[in-house]
């Protein structure tokens, strides 16, 4: 059975001191909850200090984006090292607003998911169709394009320790979020890929959360579907209230 996996994602929202206290907030709120894994992608500034706050709690801490180099002149970018040190466990790869807004092509992803793995951080791998796409039935070919070439040269055992994010762009931050018909029936077509590239023991290990207004309305049907094991939440991740709520799922 996959383990289900409840990430919130803040995007470029809070300082320190509010990130501090949302997640200290949220700490107490799910205290002991278990049989899900939980974790939060604060903006860089903010990691080191949450991750303090999370140190021997059930909630992990997740970056929002890495890069795929070490150390060097890079400017403006993270290493998996610097991530790592700071007390990081996951990495938010591919995000529709990078690819969007910042150019990330699959090619990038790819190198980036190579570099989280080299230093033990679970990448939390991104795809999603826009509503052009959706409406021109080119859903399919999108993330298969996205899905290969994004998770081009890893091995089975590689691909089976990631986590995939399904997010429609048009659900993402809308308050529209996908049916429960269109949620499963992209997420068994993204399970059926990943067979067809990795085999069907990895297939079966990786958990594919859902993004795209997920709230505490609509996240016990979304969580009940067969292959849905997860949620990447924004908006509502703001609030310690209803990111618990959704992180208590039923
Ligand atoms: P949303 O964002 O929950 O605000 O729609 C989801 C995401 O972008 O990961």
Request: negative net charge; proline residues 3%; hydrophobic residues 45%.
């Amino acid at each position: 059975m996959r383990r289900p996996i409840i990430v919130g994602n803040w995007k470029m929202n809070k300082t320190v001191s509010e990130a501090v206290a949302l997640v200290k907030d949220l700490v107490d709120k799910v205290r002991g909850v278990d049989g899900v894994d939980i974790g939060v992608a604060p903006p860089f500034t903010a990691l080191e200090a949450v991750a303090k706050v999370c140190a021997s709690t059930n909630v992990a801490v997740c970056s929002q984006n890495i890069f795929w180099e070490n150390s060097g002149a890079f400017t403006g970018e993270v290493s998996p090292a610097m991530l790592v040190d700071v007390g990081c466990k996951y990495a938010i790869i591919g995000h529709s607003e990078r690819r969007a807004i910042m150019g990330e092509t699959d090619g990038i992803v790819n190198k980036k998911i190579f570099a989280a793995l080299k230093h033990k951080l679970t990448p939390i791998v991104c795809v999603g169709e826009t509503l052009k796409q959706r409406e021109l039935n080119e859903t399919f070919t999108v993330i298969e394009t996205q899905i290969t070439a994004g998770l081009e040269r890893l091995s089975p055992d590689e691909a089976g320790s990631l986590v995939l994010a399904y997010e429609p762009i048009w659900a993402i931050g809308t308050g529209k979020t996908a049916t429960t018909d269109q949620a499963q029936e992209v997420h068994a077509f993204i399970r059926k890929k990943l067979a067809d590239l990795f085999g069907s023991e990895a297939a079966n290990d990786i958990r594919i959360q859902y993004g795209g207004s997920v709230k505490p309305e609509n996240v016990d049907d979304l969580m009940a579907l067969e292959d849905l094991d997860g949620a990447l939440v924004g908006g509502a991740a703001l609030k310690a209230d209803s990111f618990a709520r959704i992180i208590k799922f039923h």
